[in-house]
């Protein structure tokens, strides 16, 4: 295995690669004192230069510093839903194991980037068995979700134990793990580690990556690994500015993971985590975002555009409409939809007997577009 560069954990480090400024160095150390800063090797590789899509997202900048009045230490509400340690249990048919609090790479947007970094690492042995203590005494628990922290840093041998408890655990039918070990450090994707993941209950791998920069030669070979150890593998994505808010990037992405058998599962809009205010679009531009794909892509590269409702109340689709209210007829029920088209074009559902509610025909570019001249029904 050839030599890859040391992981940057500290500022001195960014500044020797070139990744920040002499003159940001002590901004930037404010920065690193409240959130933590880690690059791995194989994503210094990805970085072309300090404003790229990949060093936007963990090289530390000022702008984390800017704390708006909406954004919270806990956007998503864990807190209230945090039974005992290391569980958060909001949904009646599954939760989220976190036996661990590091990460390989910090995020510069992380939704818990108040509770993840250096400190206390993993659950201690009496915590993690009054985690499991907790799933076993719950048989609405259907799913487990292994997130953190990032589940896959732990060791296959420290692993191992954790994986047979909760296969032992029969109303637990699902065992899921959100990670972004296969992409920022895919040499911890081991055989060993795949030999752990294929327990009797199955195990879904959803692998968090936004851009395809990030998507090297070492990301590809781990989800190979993970598929050909029988692992199915789907992706979380989060929506940010600067850095995937165009529909280029997400086509690229999108189309990316699907040809390494990866299904794009969720597209987040931004949380509102403390410092991140400068990564969020609008819901108006993700929505005419994903309003754009419909028409690049095949549904295969199309994930769900979500918003966790701060406080803790949930994850909801929130993509676009392609449906009009029924308009009713007098004296009747029902009516006609108009629906719109990924092109732009409304057509009339169900159609009217004196056509095919098309309108007409489209000639779709290469980027989707309608050819100009074609324009939607009135």
């Not at 290391?86 to 590091?102: A, E, N």
């Not at 789907?234 to 699907?258: C, H, I, K, Y």
């Not at 007829?329 to 559902?349: N, S």
């Amino acid at each position: 295995m050839r030599s890859r560069p040391r992981t940057i954990k500290t500022t001195d480090s960014l500044l020797e690669n070139g990744l920040i400024s002499e003159e940001s160095l002590p901004e930037i150390r404010d920065v690193a004192k409240r959130y933590a800063v880690s690059i791995t090797g194989v994503m210094q590789e990805q970085i072309a230069h300090a404003d790229d899509p990949v060093a936007r997202q963990f090289v530390p900048t000022g702008a984390e510093l800017v704390v708006a009045p909406e954004e919270r230490a806990d956007p998503i509400g864990d807190d209230p839903f945090t039974p005992v340690k290391g569980i958060t249990h909001r949904y009646p048919d599954r939760l989220l194991l976190k036996p661990m609090h590091l990460c390989p790479v910090y995020c510069r947007f992380c939704f818990r980037r108040e509770v993840v970094g250096p400190g206390e690492g993993m659950l201690g042995a009496d915590e993690l068995d009054a985690a499991l203590d907790y799933i076993r005494s719950h048989p609405e628990v259907w799913e487990v979700i292994f997130t953190g922290g990032d589940p896959l840093i732990i060791s296959p041998t420290r692993l191992r134990p954790i994986m047979a408890a909760l296969d032992e655990i029969e109303h637990v039918k699902v065992i899921r793990f959100h990670t972004r070990v296969p992409v920022v450090d895919p040499e911890r994707v081991t055989d060993e580690l795949v030999d752990v993941l294929r327990t009797e209950t199955p195990v879904w791998v959803v692998v968090h990556t936004n851009h395809s920069q990030e998507i090297g030669e070492a990301a590809r070979g781990a989800l190979k690994r993970l598929n050909r150890g029988g692992i199915p593998l789907l992706s979380q994505t989060v929506l940010l500015r600067g850095v995937n808010d165009t529909p280029e990037a997400l086509e690229d992405l999108f189309r990316t993971l699907v040809a390494n058998r990866v299904k794009p599962y969720y597209l987040h809009h931004g949380d509102l985590a403390q410092g991140t205010g400068h990564f969020r679009t609008t819901i108006d531009e993700g929505q005419e975002l994903m309003r754009r794909l419909r028409g690049r892509v095949s549904g295969t590269c199309q994930p769900t555009y979500v918003l966790d409702i701060p406080g803790g109340h949930g994850k909801v689709p929130i993509g676009p409409s392609y449906l009009e209210d029924p308009e009713a007829p007098e004296g009747g029920d029902g009516g006609t939809r108009r629906v719109t088209d990924p092109w732009g074009r409304t057509h009339l559902y169900p159609p009217r007997g004196d056509g095919d509610g098309t309108g007409g025909a489209r000639t779709p570019s290469a980027d989707g577009a309608v050819a100009e001249g074609d324009e939607a029904d009135d």
